[in-house]
């Protein structure tokens, strides 16, 4: 795991794209975070991940296999998403 100054990876899950999703514990807020990102040739692109709908996807469930995102995360995504599909038809 890595540890910078800016903060100290918990978990992460990656790609075979170098694209990720990690559970970071940055230092000056004293918090954690989700950070979605891309490491091209090992080190982290300044631009932000853009990823097709399938590919985010394939990563997010990565990302909940490795633990990436907490079960409140999780319960609460879950509930999100119920109620959307009961407030707006999916086509």
């Known amino acids: 795991m890595r540890d910078t100054p800016y903060a100290t ?3 992460t899950a990656k ?3 170098c694209q990720r999703i990690e559970r970071i514990f940055v230092k000056e807020f004293q918090r954690e975070e989700i950070r979605f990102s891309w490491w091209p040739n090992g080190a982290m692109a300044v631009r932000p991940l853009d990823l097709p709908e ?3 996807l394939v990563l997010m469930r990565l990302a909940i296999q490795k ?3 907490s079960s409140t995360f999780l319960k609460e995504l879950h509930g999100a998403i119920y109620d959307e599909k ?3 038809p999916l086509t």
């Open 86 to 88: 009961r407030a707006v």
């Open 15 to 17: 790609d075979e794209n």
């Open 67 to 69: 633990g990436v995102f």
């Open 54 to 56: 399938d590919e985010l």
């Open 9 to 11: 990876e918990i978990k």
